[in-house]
């Protein structure tokens, strides 16, 4: 397999990506059938980088592999095969001293606020444990002075450090989970559904805030999530996954006013628009059934069972074809999938 | 006008008593009629999911509910626990957030089909799989009878709650009610949904209540949408109204914090704060904490009145925004 470089790479092609990741798979043990063991394929040969300062937004559906993604990154799940660099520096070959310095640049922010922090401790203990790992520091009263400037940069009163979690709402108790992912000053933080579970109003308040801190802090941000409008908001480049594989990469710009790949269309098609009149009168590609089991995908282009353009050929090799620089799609029939009388027919 | 499909009047739920009480729905009353739907939006703790349960005998008695639920001129809230179980899966059809916790999962799809139509319609076993089968067609599941066989782990996600929705559609319904049946299913799958609902009410006419935290999901699909706020309706109004010319400062804050496919800002107006607590409300306008506006010197002290403010269009507010 090839390996172009992703998105992000961008025309500077010296500077080396903050992450650079190369064919990443990672596959689960599935049933054992008699002497057969079959395997979950999450991630099949995934490339992308991400340019330091940058948001790279990784956006699929549940089975897709994006959050395996993150939790590879993060050492989480063991990677099958592939490699991470992070600033040049393999992440995944790392032992030791090096391994944990590593850990410490790569932080990560989790959906649900009420499972991922820790009941019985107070927000100030939570914020200050990275700090405490790492040995950062001289001494815990220093470490308490830096919670609060912490807290008080995620836009928390300093008291906030001696609530416990159930104290807190929702968006106070994300807020608590961006601080101490902030805590041992990282350079690149995943973000795995990281506004999803949170009320309208205040996912706005957590989205504005990840963008000041990323101008402020310099931060790299990789965004994974289902939501593509957010998706859209938040990130410059975009990585769209369908069970495991890629599908589409390219700047968000580029990405989304003209999706190239089928299955990048069908999902945005799927969004729907709150303006009500420009709902009810745009046409929409509505996939059929549902994605094929992760144990048994298809061959060739996995999305082929569900594709209203595939034919035959698309149980062969899936290129990668170039729709414009830095806009990559993993499809044959790229380019022609556009045409509007082609989609027409299968519009509904 | 027709009779409305489905009302509530003045609805209130009280969960608790004394200093704890929650006041989780203040009266609020709405109305759908046949073959129209309704959306009722709101973030958690507004209530929305609060009413329609209440309305339909479906909270448990620690919660004090009073007012009215109308269904073609009976009051629900009066009926016996009988009664009411004739009226539940017959006249009302349900379908919920998660079909894994609303599904039986000892039960064949076959059997939690077949059961409503038995109980209800008097059909035999025969019949009513018979029925069931031709449901689960109607809802879009490849290889009906095979799935009839299934059991709910067995399914994914969307089938299941397409079979949510061949269950509440089962009776042939006068009222579905879809307390944010989308939530948890993939974008591909949600319209799917959207689609499958919208046909069966075309072709039923059948009225719909359909509950969402966002907006956009009830914009193709409600003729009039119902704006929740700590327990009480803040607006309400035609759909294409409430999208073109909000009123409440908390409708317009809605619209306003959700980023919109294709239209990209550099920021999202964010509403400050949280939701009031339903144990603690303010004594003025529910939302004047969060409120941008604040335009007038009874905001903080007195609770406004809902006020028609347009043509079929009301919002409970001192400070409605220019039409």
Known sequence: MRSEPGPGTGQDAQSVPLLDVRNLCVRFPGPREGRHRSWVHAVEDVSFAVDRGQTLGLVGESGSGKSTIGNALTRLVPPTSGTVHLDGQDVLAARGAPARELRRRIAMVFQDPYASLDPRRTAGATVREPMDVHRMLSGRAERNRRVAELLDLVGLVRETAARYPHELSGGQRQRVSIARALAADPDLVVLDEATASLDVSVQAQIMNLLRELQGELGLTYLFVSHDLAAVEHMSHHVVVMYLGRLMETGTTDHLYTRPAHPYTQALMSAVPDPDPATERNRERILLGGDPPSPLDPPSGCVFRTRCPLAVDECAGPVPQTTVSANHFAWCIRTGESLSPERLRRFVH | ?323
């Open chain 2, 1 to 323: 006008m027709n009779a409305p499909g489905f009302a509530v009047r003045d609805l209130t739920v009280v969960l608790g008593r004394g200093k704890r009480a929650a006041r989780v729905v203040r009266g609020v009353s709405w109305s759908v009629e046949a073959g129209a739907t309704l959306g009722v939006v709101g973030e958690s703790g507004s209530g929305k999911s609060m009413t329609v349960l209440a309305s339909a005998g479906l909270l448990p008695p620690p919660a004090a509910v009073t007012g009215s639920a109308l269904l073609g001129g009976r009051d629900l809230l009066k009926l016996s626990r009988r009664e009411l179980e004739g009226i539940r899966g017959r006249r009302l059809g349900f379908v919920f957030q998660d079909p894994m916790t609303s599904l039986n999962p000892l039960l064949t799809v076959e059997r939690q089909i077949t059961e409503g139509i038995e109980e209800h319609l008097g059909a035999t076993r025969r019949a009513a799989r018979d029925s069931a089968r031709v449901l689960l067609e109607t809802v879009g599941i490849p290889d009906p009878d095979r799935r009839l066989d299934a059991y709910p782990h067995q399914l994914s996600g969307g089938m299941r709650q397409r079979v949510m929705i061949a269950i509440a559609l089962s009776c042939g319904p006068d009222v579905l009610i879809a307390d944010e049946p989308t939530t948890a299913l993939d974008v591909t799958t949600q319209a799917q949904i959207l689609d499958l609902v919208r046909e069966r009410q075309e072709r039923t006419g059948m009225a719909v209540v359909w509950i969402s935290h966002d907006l956009a999901v009830v914009g193709g699909l409600a003729d009039d949408v119902v704006v929740m706020y700590g327990g009480q309706v803040v607006e309400q109004a035609p759909v294409e109204t409430l999208h073109s010319a909000p009123a409440h400062p908390y409708t317009r804050g809605l619209l306003g914090a959700r980023p919109v496919l294709g239209r990209r800002r550099d920021q999202l107006t964010a509403i400050p704060g949280t939701p009031p607590d339903p144990r603690a409300l303010p004594s003025g306008c529910v939302f004047f904490d969060r409120c941008p506006v604040k335009g007038d010197p009874r905001c903080e002290t007195q609770v406004p009145d809902l006020v028609e403010v347009g043509r079929r269009h009301f919002a409970r507010t001192f400070c409605p925004e220019d039409q």
